[in-house]
């Protein structure tokens, strides 16, 4: 397998970025409208770059860019975040899914401090239902018809990784 990479968002990820957020298929598991132009990217980049309660980085395996991983809602108090990740199309079923994960939960608890990481999948995505699961989060609850998605509404999962827990499974 080849080793994952995590490197920060930077301007000349633009166009790789935008693929991202205008894809559909992509975007439905993000639970957003796949609707972004340059000029709202660019606007929301700079405010991004200036807002510590979020993290991003590009995922590379080798020198090739896979995908997109985020912290976000990073709370210093708390010591909580939100995990968000997305593989482009042409790198999903590869394998490379369970390595970013683990690559920006190592950073969130071992770099940010945090105690615990929480996410919301769509509970028909069962591959990452099963990623999340194999890396040690566990469904804490269930929101019933949270997300249209394709003309319907689905059941997401709340999930969540206490620190402890995490280390506890890597020794």
């Known amino acids: 397998m080849n080793k994952i990479i995590l490197t920060p968002v930077e301007k000349n990820d633009t166009d790789y970025l935008l693929e991202l957020f205008k ?11 796949p609707y972004m132009n340059r000029e709202k990217y660019d606007s929301s980049f700079d ?12 995922a590379y395996a080798e020198d090739e860019r896979i995908g997109y991983t985020n912290l976000h809602f990073i709370n210093p108090r708390h010591r909580t975040a939100v995990l968000a990740i997305m593989l482009d199309p042409d790198n999903q079923g590869k394998g490379y899914a369970e390595d970013v994960v683990r690559r920006i939960i190592d950073y969130g608890f071992n770099q940010l401090n945090l105690n615990k990481i929480t996410l919301d999948v769509v509970d028909f995505n069962e591959k990452a239902v099963n990623i999340y699961e194999k890396v040690g989060f566990e469904i804490e609850g269930k929101k019933e018809q949270q997300y249209f998605i394709q003309g319907k509404y689905h059941t997401s999962l709340a999930m969540g990784l ?9 020794k």
Do not use: H, T
């Open 162 to 170: 206490l620190r402890e827990y995490y280390e506890s499974l890597s």
């Open 47 to 58: 405010a991004r770059q200036k807002d510590d309660s979020v993290r991003q980085f590009i």
């Open 23 to 33: 894809n559909p298929d992509v975007m439905d598991y993000w639970f957003s409208e």
